[in-house]
C-alpha cells in the first residue's frame, strides 16, 4: 500500500476544484449574467410559442369537431332528430351546404396544423356530395400529395368513390 506525505494529505481536489470555478466565475461574471439572461429569454420566447401553438390547435379542434356535428346531423323527420336538440336539416344538400362552409372556414383559418388538413378533406367530401366534382377532385389530388400519409391514404380513397361515382 502506497503511503502519502503528510502535504498530499492536505491537498484537497474538491476545494482546490471550487475555489477555481469560483475565480473563473468572478472574472466573468458580466458575461455569465448576459449568457443567462439570453438563455432565460429563449426559454421564455420558445415556451410562449408553444402555448400559442397548443391553444391555437385546441381551437382548431373545437371548431373542427362543430363542424363534424353538422355533417353526421340527422335529418328531420328521422327518429334521430326527435329526439336529440341537436340541429338537423331537410335535406341532405342542406347539411352538405352548411358543414362546407364551417368546413372551408376551419381550413382557411387553421391550414398549417393538422386539424385544418382535416379540414380541407372533408371541404372535397362535402364538395362531391353537393356535385362540385371538379373542385372535390382538384383538391383531393392536392391532398393525395401529402407528406401525411394518412390524410393522403383517405384523400386517395375518396378520389377512388369520385372517379366511381362519375
Keep these: 500500500m502506497a503511503r502519502l506525505s503528510r502535504q498530499e494529505l ?10 477555481t470555478i469560483e475565480e473563473f466565475c468572478l472574472a466573468n461574471r458580466r458575461r455569465l449574467l448576459q449568457t443567462s439572461a439570453i438563455a432565460v429569454l429563449v426559454a421564455a420566447i420558445g415556451l410562449g410559442g408553444l402555448l400559442l401553438v397548443r391553444a391555437r390547435q385546441n381551437h382548431a379542434n373545437r371548431d373542427l369537431a362543430a363542424a363534424l356535428m353538422t355533417l353526421h346531423a340527422p335529418l328531420a323527420g328521422t327518429p ?28 382557411q383559418r387553421y391550414s398549417w396544423i393538422a386539424p385544418g388538413k382535416m379540414a380541407r378533406y372533408y371541404t372535397s367530401l362535402c364538395d ?16 393525395a400529395g401529402q407528406r401525411d400519409l394518412e390524410l393522403a391514404s383517405l384523400a386517395k380513397m375518396a378520389l377512388a368513390a369520385l372517379y366511381e361515382e362519375k
Design 10 to 19: 492536505k491537498k484537497d481536489e474538491l476545494a482546490i476544484r471550487l475555489a
Design 80 to 107: 334521430q332528430a326527435a329526439s336529440s336538440n341537436s340541429p338537423h336539416f331537410n335535406t341532405d344538400h342542406e347539411r352538405a351546404d352548411a358543414a362546407r362552409k364551417q368546413f372551408h372556414g376551419v381550413a
Design 128 to 143: 362531391r356530395t353537393l356535385g362540385n366534382f371538379g373542385e372535390a377532385e382538384t383538391e383531393l389530388k392536392a391532398l
